[in-house]
């Protein structure tokens, strides 16, 4: 495994499992297998209504706590509550959460990272940081934070390499944070004849190509599956190690095409929205 080490001194693996639209079930059985096959960064949400089954299998997997990178995020409607962190802490059952982010810049978000810096203090957190910003959001709470973020999840891939957005992030030591690593599933991106030409000189799938091409830019990966063997191959991206070359015709993928797109009618009905954090399995 490798480490980025973020702006407080915390390590956080560079790679682990995202439990994005997985049940309570699939997440349990996703975190446990990958638990088992050598992942400590697990990655959750308030809003994918599966905190308690990620808690569970944290427990059965029979990892010690301390080893293992938790990190969940907190939703828009929970923002100006003051328990918020405490409840998501009891979901989990944990007494401490390794990264907590504000999952959208919707609803009252400086007032949801203020409770995440009193968390954050308190000891309850290890590192803080945001989701789904973009670089005037952020530089929004730079402003006023006591606690600077540590690191910012975000869409990144070959298509979206978000560079311009890395140059502002590196200025302010922000480590990025990747979802949709492989591009929503976008064949078109997998199945790039680059990735399949470098797949077969190292013996790697297209998707571990892309997976490794992030690992060496910087952006710390969270593939999200059920599959046991993909988790598994997933994982699989630390005895390899692409070249300048490969790295730069990589680099000269980017589209700036991302597959997913924020409005403000969709962050007005996220500060809405109340996930039935308290129903789940």
């Not at 808690?55 to 409607?77: C, N, Y």
């Not at 991302?258 to 500060?271: E, I, N, Q, V, W």
Request: aromatic fraction near 8%; hydrophobic fraction near 40%; charged fraction near 25%.
């Amino acid at each position: 495994m490798e480490y980025a080490t973020l702006n407080n001194g915390v390590k956080m693996p560079m790679a682990g499992i995202g439990t994005f639209l997985l049940t309570p079930d699939e997440a349990e059985a996703s975190v446990l297998s990958a638990l088992g096959c050598g992942y400590r960064l697990i990655d959750t949400a308030n809003a994918y209504v599966n905190e308690k089954a990620v808690g569970r299998a944290i427990k059965k997997s029979g990892v010690d706590r301390k080893d293992i990178f938790l990190e969940t995020k907190l939703w828009p409607s929970f923002y100006e509550q003051a328990d918020a962190v405490d409840k998501t802490l009891e979901r989990l059952g944990t007494d401490y959460i390794d990264l907590l982010l504000i999952h959208q810049p919707a609803g009252n978000y400086i007032a949801g990272y203020q409770l995440m810096e009193k968390a954050y203090k308190e000891g309850k957190v290890k590192a803080i940081g945001l989701s789904n910003f973009t670089p005037k959001q952020i530089q929004e709470i730079l402003d006023v934070c006591e606690v600077k973020p540590a690191v910012l999840q975000t869409e990144v891939h070959p298509y979206s390499q978000e560079k311009e957005l890395k140059a502002f992030l590196s200025d302010e030591g922000i480590v990025i944070q990747a979802w949709y690593p492989l591009g929503h599933g976008d064949k078109a991106l997998i199945q790039e004849p680059l990735f399949t030409q470098l797949g077969k000189k190292y013996g790697k799938s297209n998707a571990q190509i892309i997976l490794r091409w992030h690992i060496q830019s910087g952006n710390i990966v969270i593939p999200g599956s059920k599959n046991p063997e993909h988790i598994k191959a997933n994982l699989d991206l630390f005895d390899f190690a692409l070249t300048d070359q490969e790295m730069a015709e990589i680099n000269a993928m980017d589209k700036k095409q991302r597959y997913y797109h924020s409005t403000p009618g969709m962050l007005k009905k996220y500060a809405e929205i109340v996930p039935d954090v308290d129903g789940q399995k």
